[in-house]
């Protein structure tokens, strides 16, 4: 029986996220997934993020839609863009700290909270944790999208940190510093891999194991179940034709050159375009705008002689766009990174939207195994050390030549597997670790 269903009061917990909508920004959806369910499972929630207005990114208006009515969302201001870029230090995590940290302080001294929940790309936020604990005796939860602390871009052959060496390398610095104590502290923690996990208990071995859980980025089943209502652009590229269209949907990072190389590879073998090869589409693959970078997938396509089979729209497209997209695209691609312990968090998203899935993935990431398990999707696993020819000849195996590839006509689902990966289910299984902590208070 839940707190509602006796008559009690629910338990409330306060969810820290810096981006929220109307920003359209990746590290928030966790958050957003849970609200509408959260309050069915006996929990009351309440959000705190930064002012939309200090915030810089892509909006997207339709997300603010998707918000159960009544819940209180606290909004607090940064130093302003122009000025911290004035002292080189635009980043939100520094230019919101102080204000999170005194709209929380506010927020906690009333006494209403069971917890405070993480859930953020923008570590800094992370280091309120402690003082939150200290001052006002809360319990914090972290959600780690992310690895903070990461020896990644130390490895030989990786490619150059987001940022640049300089800046990589200062955040790291604090990283140092902060999450020892961040997650000590931490009441519990939440990885969205097996691998954060595994290298974080091998970090603090001093932390029970029970401190830990893995929990994936979830399938929206609400979000999908809200398309019908919804007036969307039209898919961006164009009327239908008999080519069929293959979309991968998110970000490329340098990390996912190996398969992105082999998949170009392979459809360049045919010696050019055929009516039934597949063109392929790239949406959304840079986060800002005003990212000038060289495109690795332009570059990787030119590379293969096979620039007119692949178009690439950079910029992000609005979240129920992009939705919409994976339902009206003819397959679905899912690209993974040469580091194994990253997970594309639409690995779910795509098996709703129902259309056909290919997906090369590093042969030990988690996702592998549950694609496999949840469904049809065809499934390419490459390692590190294999070469672009190693990918393009599995895929070949699996599909044949790119002239006329042997796709599943449908994607099968099945659902009893899924159920737990879904929104609800992600909430339930959250929502049980929160009441289970509540009981060992």
């Known amino acids: 029986m839940t707190p509602s269903d006796s008559g009690k009061s629910a338990r409330?917990?306060?969810?820290?996220?810096p981006h929220f909508p109307p920003v359209n920004a990746p590290d928030h959806q966790r958050v957003r997934s849970l609200l509408p369910h959260l309050a069915e499972l006996g929990w009351e929630a309440e959000v705190l993020c930064v002012d939309a207005a200090q915030v810089e990114g892509p909006r997207d208006k339709l997300l603010e839609r998707t918000l159960p009515a009544g819940v209180l969302v606290h909004r607090c201001g940064a130093v302003p863009l122009k000025v911290a870029r004035a002292l080189r230090c635009g980043q939100l995590g520094y230019r919101a700290h102080l204000h999170l940290r005194a709209a929380g302080d506010r927020l906690l001294r009333t006494?209403?909270?069971?917890?405070?929940?993480?859930?953020?790309?923008?570590?800094?936020?992370?280091?309120?944790?402690?003082?939150?604990?200290?001052?006002?005796g809360i319990p914090y939860l972290v959600d780690l999208h992310d690895p903070w602390l990461t020896?990644?871009?130390?490895?030989?052959?990786?490619?150059?940190?987001?940022?640049?060496?300089?800046?990589?390398?200062?955040?790291?610095?604090?990283?140092?510093?902060?999450?020892?104590?961040?997650?000590?502290?931490?009441?519990?923690?939440?990885?969205?891999?097996?691998?954060?996990?595994?290298?974080?208990?091998?970090?603090?071995?001093?932390?029970?194991?029970?401190?830990?859980?893995?929990?994936?980025?979830?399938?929206?089943?609400?979000d999908f179940d809200s398309l019908g209502g919804l007036?969307?652009?039209?898919?961006?590229?164009?009327?239908?034709?008999?080519?069929?269209?293959?979309?991968?949907?998110?970000?490329?990072?340098?990390?996912?050159?190996?398969p992105l190389a082999g998949l170009m590879q392979w459809l360049g073998a045919v010696g050019g375009p055929s009516e039934t090869s597949p063109a392929l589409w790239f949406v959304g693959t840079k986060y800002l705008?005003?990212?000038?970078?060289?495109?690795?997938?332009?570059?990787?396509?030119?590379?293969?002689?096979?620039?007119?089979?692949?178009?690439?729209?950079?910029?992000?497209?609005?979240?129920?766009?992009?939705l919409h997209l994976l339902q009206n695209a003819d397959a679905v691609l899912v690209i993974g990174s040469d580091d194994a312990s990253y997970t594309a968090s639409k690995v779910y998203s795509v098996l709703l939207a129902g259309r056909p899935v290919l997906a090369l993935l590093h042969r030990d990431c988690a996702a592998v195994e549950r694609l496999q398990a949840c469904s049809n999707a065809v499934v390419i696993p490459f390692d590190s050390v294999d070469t672009p020819a190693d990918i393009?000849?599995?895929?070949?195996?699996?599909?044949?030549?790119?002239?006329?590839?042997?796709?599943?006509?449908?994607?099968?689902?099945?659902?009893?597997?899924?159920?737990?990966?879904?929104?609800?289910?992600?909430?339930?299984?959250?929502?049980?670790?929160?009441?289970?902590?509540?009981?060992a208070r």
Request: charge should be positive; charged fraction near 25%.
């Open 12 to 17: 409330r917990v306060l969810l820290v996220s």
């Open 111 to 136: 006494g209403r909270f069971d917890f405070v929940f993480f859930s953020t790309a923008i570590f800094e936020t992370l280091a309120l944790g402690p003082r939150w604990r200290r001052r006002f």
């Open 151 to 222: 020896d990644y871009y130390d490895r030989p052959g990786a490619a150059a940190p987001p940022g640049g060496r300089l800046k990589f390398g200062l955040a790291q610095a604090i990283a140092r510093r902060c999450e020892p104590r961040v997650m000590r502290g931490a009441a519990h923690i939440v990885c969205v891999s097996p691998d954060y996990s595994r290298v974080l208990r091998a970090r603090y071995p001093d932390l029970p194991e029970d401190r830990f859980s893995v929990v994936p980025f979830a399938a929206p089943q609400h």
């Open 231 to 258: 007036t969307l652009e039209p898919p961006i590229w164009g009327p239908r034709s008999a080519k069929p269209r293959w979309l991968y949907l998110g970000r490329v990072v340098p990390a996912m050159k190996l």
């Open 289 to 322: 705008g005003t990212d000038h970078t060289e495109s690795l997938v332009v570059k990787l396509a030119v590379a293969e002689d096979v620039r007119d089979q692949v178009s690439e729209h950079s910029a992000r497209v609005p979240y129920f766009d992009g």
């Open 392 to 439: 393009a000849r599995r895929l070949e195996q699996a599909l044949g030549g790119a002239a006329q590839p042997r796709m599943p006509a449908r994607l099968e689902v099945r659902r009893e597997q899924l159920a737990p990966f879904t929104d609800r289910g992600m909430t339930a299984t959250l929502v049980a670790l929160m009441n289970r902590l509540l009981h």
